[in-house]
């Protein structure tokens, strides 16, 4: 069945009830959205946190440790980085960032890493460089942190989120 | 007033306004979602993936640990997954994963048909999914990641996360 002509204007009518409808990108707001809708878990990308930390009061360690195991396809946003008290008065330094493993293959980094001397700051927030963002189901990510020198005082308790934005099928 | 029917297709140069409006299911697609919509928590599923994790470089040990307590009214277990970054070789080491939900006080009790199982016949670097048993979660369930590692030759697996997806209302 061919077209009806365009209508030319503004139209007002009771209710609308079409078989099929094609919305305008970026129509719907947030007032549209009924406040129960409890819209499928299943239907959204989630934004993922997972954090690693090692405690405050204790000196950084060399550890590996995986943060995420993902079940879909994603997106990294972001690697986010807070040393709480930096390495002070020798040598003593520690680097950490993130890795990667796809259908089991070897880690390797995904972005750049974070490296804390003495000449950082206590609590202020890092930013790694990503290299690759994407990722697919059944991918893994790690912590590669590694604790090094022989003089002075290690850093102690840091904080590192990696951020994921993840399919949810 | 009589409903009016129009056949065919319709486009309107102009905009078009209803005193209320039925959609067809399944007609929104993210295309149709404003860039900042920003649309309320409050109106979304959330799906959350808590989890217990053991480093690398030290062998998979006996562990228990309280991972999530749920909050939405109603909730649903989606997933169990178990990754490994060595797995144990060469003799009987091997450990076990389980997921437990207590709820309203009462004891911790399994919520998967058997335990995840990591022995010497899983490679490196894998995700293992449990079956699930029971996944109705209510507000207040405390879920629990119970980890028994065995055996007495070989080598154990080393590097250990275990993750339960689960989707909850949002109040």
Redesign the interface.
Known sequence: ????A????????????????T????????TD??????????K?V?R?YAPYTQPVGTDVI????????A?FAGTIVAIEFMPIQVPTDGNKYYFLGVEK?TG??A?ARIATFFVIQTTATNLTVLTADIYTASYVA?D?F?VDCNAQGTTGSQGQGLIMNTIFDED?A | MATSRIEGDVFVNGNLSCTTFTPPDASVGNAAVAAGANIAASKLEHRHSPAHAQASGSDVATKSEVIHIVRGATGTLVAFEVAIDTAPTGGDKQFTVDLQVSTGGGAFATVLSSVVTVNQTDADRTISNATLASTALVDGDALKVVVTASGSTGSQGQGVRATAWLDEDPS
């Open positions: 069945m061919s077209n009806l365009v209508w030319q204007g503004d139209y007002s009518v009771g209710n609308l009830a079409p078989k099929t409808f919305w305008g990108d970026g129509e719907i707001s947030n959205i009924e406040g129960n809708a409890k819209m499928d878990a299943d959204l989630h993922i060399t550890e590996d440790k995986i943060i995420h195991a079940r493993s089991g293959g880690w059944n893994l790690r949810s």
